[in-house]
């Protein structure tokens, strides 16, 4: 026990408060606004922001402390690994958000780990820029995909293309261009689409 409250004592005292408080001043500046502007200006999906933030926080924290603690770097790799593919019983991420995940512990990591200089802001600076022109300019307005589940069997079996299409934009709220089928089930009477659109 007193070996550990040492250890506690001089985990706050070796670690400056001022450059803590600066990292995560920084780390906070860089997360916001890989989320807020780039990610959800594009999506403008709430769901992942959530996520995205506090994933980064975390992984900032326990990166700092495993900075002032002598740990082997195969365990630190190993929680990370944890952390990079952990994925909730409820939903699936898509491949898209789980990527922004993977961004969003990257850029704790450097925040927490790297020497606060004008390659820590390289960086950074680096991963927003190509992020941005990835998600704003090669890729916008691409046409994007994902699965869905349809009920309403009649106007495949009917082949109403063109209704379909406009019933999906209405139940969806996307810009749906076009359509597959990828399975059909009679017995529930649904079907699984795999939908096309532009955002």
Known sequence: MLEFLLWQDSLITDSNIVQVGLRFLIDLIVITVLVRFIYFGQKRDKEYVFTFFLFNVLIFFVCYMMLKVNISMG??????AI??????RT??????????LFTAITLALINAISPIDWSMAFMNLSILVFVYIM?????????????????RIDLIESDRTDEMI?????RT???VARFEIKSMNFINDSAVLKIYFTQ
Do not use: C, H, S
């Open 166 to 170: 406009e019933d999906l934009r209405n």
């Open 83 to 88: 952390f990079g593919i952990l994925r909730y």
């Open 173 to 175: 709220g996307l810009n």
């Open 75 to 80: 365990f630190a790799f190993g929680l990370f």
């Open 91 to 100: 939903n699936t991420i898509p491949i898209k958000e789980m990527t922004y």
């Open 135 to 151: 998600e704003r300019l090669w890729f916008a307005n691409k046409e994007q995909y994902k699965n869905v589940t349809y009920d």
